[in-house]
Structure formats: structure tokens, C-alpha cells
């Protein structure tokens, strides 16, 4: 039986420090979304988030998405795209409306909606989501979906999140001149959030780490919703650099030997293990590295004390912020650390003793069709992309005066379907 047909395709970047990632997703005629490609490359001319050189952002995004594009076999003119830094900022706004205590229409729904829009004060910085939560009648919290209900007052709960404008304007420049559209900037917490907490843990409460290259993103999910986040100017590229500069090597070295013999836990038996500087076929290149043996081979003992002594440094960053954004008490003890520093061996042990809280490695879900190399905690943004453009989620600031849509919860309807179908994943 023939494939059933795709109906509508996007695409997704996801423009971080270390790399720059791109998919290609269709919606078949059944309503299932299917990965058609996904590529990555590494990151040029950014740095800690933001554009530092538009040309060179603008090369690698263009790279990212070809890649996927051939996988694919198909082209996008659009893309949803992932933005870790500009300052991002998330808050709940509310308002409320008389209703009279009749049964609310959609057309009361819509009108408070446009209301709403109108009394949110950025404050001189740019909205980059505007959307409703959650509805409230006569002051009872938690409403789906008011219509049909009769109530004196509705209101509603907007969640809005804000970004540094020149920024994310340089962000969108470096995409358009790629030749693609900016379907929209969403901010990686929210990306990351959808694709690596379930639905029971953002409702709970759950501190997301998003543990990148030179951006440290901590955001607190409260009763679904996106509660507050913090930015921490460090990442595990800063790991790297210390290994390199403790041992007075090369970058891509210091690279390799903390993805393939790095680890956040010691053993016994690392003091007794020689591990090698260089590659396999480089042996005879370059000077030795400090500490290093005949052999250019250096002990792990001291490669995972230079590791852990810097986590160490990122560890208390992180728990500031936790501290900061108040997320103590009994409910929501959860830490969920993703991006790519979260695939440091033994992080989840390290940060649970560091941090005190109870730690889990975010899993990327296995969407159909996407590659295996990118079901890693790395690319949980991107997943998180695919997943957000996928539910298109209503935003208040696109709305207009004749607006007859049905208004949704958060958007987030596709993104309940997905999970449903791993329920049994988390």
C-alpha cells in the first residue's frame, strides 16, 4: 500500500554556538508528522547566542538546510527558527473581561484575545510569543476552552516572551539572506521543553537546563506553562577550552578526548589510565602535550579533574539561578538537563549531588523518519522546533478584528497528539 500522501511541509533551523542544525518535516494526509530530512554542520559567526558575523551565519545556515533539503529530496522557502540568546525573558500576563453571566460564543473568546494584545508592554524590547495559556471564569483557574461555559468575568492568561530586538534582528537577516522566510524566532527553552518534558512534569514543576556550548539557558515550567528563565554566559565550550589550555593543546583535541574519554565521575582506575592526545593516524604530529608521557598520552584522572573542577564553576550558575527563580519546596524538585553539554558521561550523577535535586538527561523523542544520529539531548532544540511548527500555535499579535479561527490552548494540539503516541517513551 502506497506512503500516504504529505500535505504540508516545513522546515526548522535551530542556530546555536557549536552548530547549526536543520530538518525537513511534512504532515501527511492522515495528520502524522514525518522527518523527510535533517542535516547539521558546525556553527559559524556566532558566538554565546548571538550574530557576531552575518555572512559566515548566513553560509552555515544555507549549508544546514541544503543538507537537509537533499536528504529530503525537497525544498522549503520557509523555516521555523531556534534562538538560545537576544535576552530571552518569559512572564504571564492577564486580563479580564465582562461577560454578564451568559454562555460564552467564540466571538468572546476572540475579543478578549484582541484585548489582551493590546495592554502587553514589552518595554521597549520585542515580543517573541503572545499566547494564551489558559482561561479563568469568575476567578476558577485552569479553563481549556471557555465556549459554551456562562460565567460573569472571562479571563485570560497570556504567556509572552520577550527578546532583545537587534538581536533577533540579526538573527532573521542571517536566515533571510539565505534565501528562506522567517516562519517565526521561538525562543529554546520553549523548543526544548516541548520535545524533551512530558506533559505531567512541565504541570508539576521542572527546571529545564539547557546545557550549550556557551549558553546556559534555566527555565522554571509551572502548571504547564513557561514560568520564568535565566541566561548563564557559560557553556560546556568552556569545558573544552580549559582542557586545551591545561594540557597546551589544540581545541579539536580537547574536543575529542572530553567527548570520548571526558567524563563529569572519577573511578579508581583513572589514575592508572593513559589516554592518547592524538587521533588515530596523527600519532606522530604535533608537539606533546603537557603532562603527557613519551607517548603524548596524558592520565584521565587529570583530564576528568580539569572537567569537573569548570562543571563545578557551571553547577553554581545554575543553582543561583534555580535559587533566583525560587524553585524550591516540595513540588517540582525535577532537573532535566539537555542540549549538548548533557552528553558529558555522568553528568545526571554529578549534577544531582551538585544540585541536590533529583537530575534526569532529556531524551529526544524518535519522531518518524529522523535520523539516529540526531535522537541525542544536542539536538532536543531542533526536535522541539519541529514539534512547535508541527502545532502551530496561535499567536495573539497575528489576530485580527474578523478573526473566526478556533482559538486553541497554547496551540498545542499536534505536540498532545505526539506525546500521546509515546506516553510510554518518558
Not at 492522515?30 to 547566542?49: E, F, N, P, T, Y
Not at 451568559?102 to 514589552?122: F, G, K, M, N
Not at 519546596?329 to 549531588?353: C, H, M, N, P, S
Request: proline residues 4%.
Amino acid at each position: 500500500m502506497a506512503a500516504p500522501r504529505i500535505a504540508r511541509v516545513f522546515g526548522a533551523v535551530n542556530i546555536g554556538s557549536f552548530r547549526i542544525s536543520a530538518i525537513v518535516a511534512g504532515i501527511n494526509e492522515l495528520g502524522d508528522m514525518v522527518v523527510l530530512g535533517s542535516g547539521h554542520r558546525a556553527s559559524q559567526g556566532i558566538k554565546r547566542g548571538y550574530v557576531t558575523d552575518i555572512a559566515a551565519a548566513t553560509y552555515a545556515v544555507r549549508d544546514a538546510i541544503d543538507r537537509a533539503e537533499k536528504m529530503a529530496d525537497t525544498a522549503v522557502q520557509k523555516v521555523w527558527i531556534g534562538c538560545s540568546g537576544a535576552g530571552l525573558a518569559s512572564r504571564i500576563d492577564q486580563f479580564d473581561a465582562e461577560i454578564g453571566g451568559r454562555r460564552i460564543e467564540q466571538e468572546d473568546i476572540d475579543q478578549l484575545l484582541l484585548s489582551a494584545r493590546d495592554v502587553i508592554q514589552p518595554d521597549g524590547r520585542m515580543v517573541l510569543h503572545a499566547q494564551p495559556a489558559q482561561y479563568r471564569l469568575d476567578g476558577a483557574h485552569g479553563v481549556s476552552n471557555p465556549r459554551g461555559l456562562h460565567a460573569e468575568r472571562l479571563g485570560v492568561d497570556i504567556h509572552v516572551v520577550l527578546a532583545d530586538g537587534a538581536p533577533i534582528r540579526n538573527l532573521t537577516e542571517a536566515v533571510q539572506s539565505a534565501h528562506l522566510e522567517v516562519e517565526a524566532v521561538v525562543g529554546s527553552p520553549i523548543a526544548a521543553g516541548q520535545a524533551c518534558l512530558s506533559p505531567e512534569e512541565r504541570d508539576l514543576g521542572v527546571a529545564l537546563v539547557e546545557f550549550g556550548a556557551e549558553v546556559t539557558n534555566v527555565a522554571i515550567y509551572e502548571q504547564g506553562l513557561l514560568k520564568d528563565m535565566i541566561a548563564i554566559p557559560m557553556g560546556s565550550a568552556d569545558l573544552t577550552d580549559a582542557v586545551a589550555s591545561a594540557f597546551g593543546i589544540r581545541c579539536y583535541q580537547a574536543e575529542r578526548l572530553k567527548c570520548v574519554n571526558g567524563s563529569a565521575i572519577a573511578s579508581p582506575h583513572d589514575h592508572r589510565e593513559m589516554i592518547p592526545v592524538n587521533a588515530p593516524g596523527e600519532e606522530e604530529t604535533g608537539p606533546l602535550a603537557r603532562h603527557a608521557d613519551e607517548k603524548n598520552r596524558i592520565p584521565r584522572a587529570e583530564l576528568i579533574g580539569v572537567i569537573t573542577g569548570h562543571l563545578g564553576v557551571v553547577m553554581e550558575e545554575v543553582n543561583k539561578a534555580l535559587k533566583t527563580m525560587r524553585f524550591t519546596g516540595q513540588r517540582g524538585k525535577q532537573i532535566v538537563f539537555t542540549g549538548g553539554g548533557a552528553e558529558l558521561v555522568g553528568l545526571a550523577d554529578y549534577a544531582q549531588a551538585a544540585l541536590g535535586k533529583p537530575v534526569r538527561i532529556g531524551r529526544v523523542p524518535h519522531l518518524s523518519g529522523l535520523a539516529e544520529a540526531h535522537v541525542k539531548p544536542g539536538f532536543s532544540t531542533l526536535a522541539g522546533l519541529v514539534l512547535y511548527a508541527a502545532a502551530d500555535p496561535v499567536d495573539i499579535r497575528a489576530m485580527g478584528r474578523n478573526t473566526q479561527r478556533t482559538i486553541k490552548l497554547g496551540g498545542f494540539g499536534m505536540v498532545g497528539r505526539v506525546y500521546h503516541a509515546l506516553k510510554e517513551y518518558f
